[in-house]
């Protein structure tokens, strides 16, 4: 199963695409949609939109899965993050392809066995578990491949995998 796992963000989203097979993952590619600062939010959203729509065409996941958000910033900063991550869906959506939603709590207990576990720890998990020479950076394409990694493993423990 190929699963593309995106952290919603509106100056960076990050992505991370994995092939999980009999609950071994192997990384297929990570990085970040990045958006520049004092632009139009509607251009920013479309960039954002675009980049989505060409990694869908570019990896042909089977599935997306996506971080649930979770905020303790400012309210300005959630309505952008919740219109980026509209656009994230639309582009799933228009794609025909299933997304499932984790919150960090179930991506950390997935990833790391613990739900409270620290960036570090996970970031080292995604390292490990993905057999890379070096922690993904940015930290947003880490946490992507973290939401991705969750995903297949729940799928695999509901297919008898693991």
């Avoid at 609950?23 to 479309?46: C, D, M, Q, V």
Wanted: contains cysteine.
């Amino acid at each position: 199963m190929r699963i593309l796992g995106i952290d919603p963000g509106f100056a960076i989203v990050g992505y991370g695409a994995v092939e999980c097979v009999e609950g071994r993952f192997s990384p297929i590619s990570y990085g970040a949609i990045t958006t520049p600062a004092h632009t139009l939010i509607e251009n920013r959203l479309k960039e954002i939109y675009d980049c989505m729509t060409e990694l869908i065409k570019t990896h042909r996941p089977d599935c997306i899965a996506i971080e649930e958000l979770f905020f303790n910033t400012n309210r300005r900063t959630a309505v952008d993050v919740c219109q980026a991550r509209g656009v994230i869906l639309l582009s799933a959506v228009n794609a025909g392809i299933n997304v499932y939603e984790y919150t960090p709590l179930q991506i950390k207990q997935a990833v790391v066995g613990y739900g409270r576990a620290e960036k570090q720890q996970v970031q080292y998990m995604v390292k490990l578990l993905l057999g890379l020479d070096k922690t993904p950076r940015p930290d947003d394409a880490a946490d992507a491949l973290a939401a991705a990694i969750c995903h297949g493993s729940c799928a695999s423990h509901k297919n008898g995998g693991i």
